[in-house]
């Protein structure tokens, strides 16, 4: 079954910072473009970053610019959300997703996403 698995939320206090990691299975992320998503209570989904194939194209919302930081190691099968001076508008359920690509990058919006993760909990409070 091909899917994708994000791990690493948590509870972390204003000021702090996680990683969390996207873990593909049934498939390889060499040709997909790799998006992070949240959403808190209440609001709707925000895409907040897209990192393309190779790594080397990617796009922040504004509300994270200069905060979090997105990456992905191809070799392991894995892309990773690098999140930093974390405030408690932060908190959200995050979510990964998979787009297949032809090599090009065209921004994010411009994928539908072939594949979601169950997406993970990230709280940020003292």
């Known amino acids: 079954q091909s899917q994708v698995v994000e791990s690493g939320g948590g509870l972390v206090q204003p000021g702090g910072s996680l990683r969390l990691s996207c873990a593909a299975s049934?498939?390889?992320?060499?040709?997909?473009?790799i998006g992070w998503f949240r959403q808190a209570p209440g609001k709707e989904r925000e895409g907040i970053a897209c990192?393309?194939?190779?790594?080397?194209?990617?796009d922040y919302a504004d509300s994270v610019k200069g905060r979090f930081t997105i990456s992905r190691d191809n070799a392991k099968n894995t892309g990773y959300l690098h999140l930093s001076s974390l405030k408690p508008e932060d908190t959200a359920v995050y979510y990964c997703?998979?787009?297949?690509?032809?090599?090009?990058?065209?921004?994010?919006?411009?994928?539908?996403?072939?594949?979601w993760g169950q997406g993970t909990q990230v709280t940020v409070s003292s």
């Open positions: 990192i393309s194939s190779s790594g080397e194209n990617t």
């Open positions: 049934g498939f390889t992320l060499d040709h997909y473009v």
């Open positions: 997703a998979a787009s297949l690509t032809d090599g090009g990058y065209y921004g994010c919006a411009y994928y539908p996403m072939d594949y």
